[in-house]
């Protein structure tokens, strides 16, 4: 039973492009959320997606970010014209059920972005 | 919304020795604490959890208390190993269900 899965694993941009990070949720799972951590920092959420419906992108930059989870196929977190700032690993985590309100996260590897 | 305190930030014990991590909040309506665990260039993984109408949870030597009056919950490691050095965070539920926050991490070093 495969686990989380985000790709790419490593992605490197230059400054202006775009950065699509991937993210396939545990099967049987309907909940994604999407974290980011900066080097040496906690997790920090940035949105709460189900199935072709934003729940919750309280923690995600107005601009420039975007998040779908689309009905067909994995979650895409997309940031337009990369800037520096926007380096850190992006965490990808899915639940099932959520019982009493909550449940585990089930954590991918996670994608590295690097901004040149 | 929520907010969640973690201290401390960084944690050096010798090997066999304990180790405690306390998180502290502010939201009385949280009702779930969950500990992460996440080595160096891994994912986070879910280590233990409690519920508050729990107030100790025990899995091996991994332990978690909750002070529900007190608004806190702490991370007990006894016996601690070098494979026990990661970072380590607590956690809250969100704002939206199934959201969690996450504590700033505390980075535990088990010198052998």
């Known amino acids: 039973n495969a686990g989380v899965m985000q790709n790419p694993r490593h992605l490197v941009r230059r400054r202006g492009q775009e950065a699509r990070l991937r993210c396939s949720p545990m099967?049987?799972?309907?909940?994604v959320y999407w974290y980011r951590q900066l080097p040496e920092e906690g997790l920090k959420f940035m949105v709460y997606?189900?199935?072709?419906?934003?729940?919750?992108e309280s923690g995600m930059p107005k601009e420039r970010f975007s998040a779908e989870f689309p009905k067909e196929g994995p979650s895409i977190l997309r940031i337009q014209q990369v800037v520096r700032g926007d380096s850190a690993a992006y965490f990808c985590?899915?639940?099932?059920?959520?019982?009493?309100?909550?449940?585990?996260?089930?954590f991918g590897e996670g994608s590295r972005l690097t901004v040149l | 919304g929520e907010n969640v305190e973690q201290h401390p930030s960084t944690l050096s014990v010798q090997e066999g020795d304990s180790a405690v991590i306390k998180c502290t909040y502010s939201?009385?309506?949280?009702?779930?604490f969950p500990w992460y665990k996440q080595e160096l260039g891994k994912r986070p993984q879910l280590i233990i959890d409690?519920?508050?109408?729990?107030g100790e949870k025990k899995d091996q030597r991994i332990a978690v208390t909750l002070n529900k009056t007190a608004k806190h919950f702490s991370l007990h490691i006894t016996e601690t190993q070098p494979e026990d050095s990661a970072v380590y965070f607590c956690?809250?539920?969100?704002?939206?269900?199934?959201?969690?926050?996450f504590g700033k991490g505390t980075k535990l070093s088990v010198k052998p």
């Open positions: 956690a809250l539920p969100g704002g939206s269900q199934g959201n969690l926050i």
């Open positions: 409690i519920r508050s109408n729990v």
């Open positions: 985590a899915s639940s099932g059920s959520l019982s009493g309100g909550s449940g585990e996260l089930f």
């Open positions: 997606l189900q199935k072709e419906n934003i729940i919750d």
């Open positions: 939201d009385s309506a949280s009702n779930y």
């Open positions: 099967k049987g799972h309907s909940h």
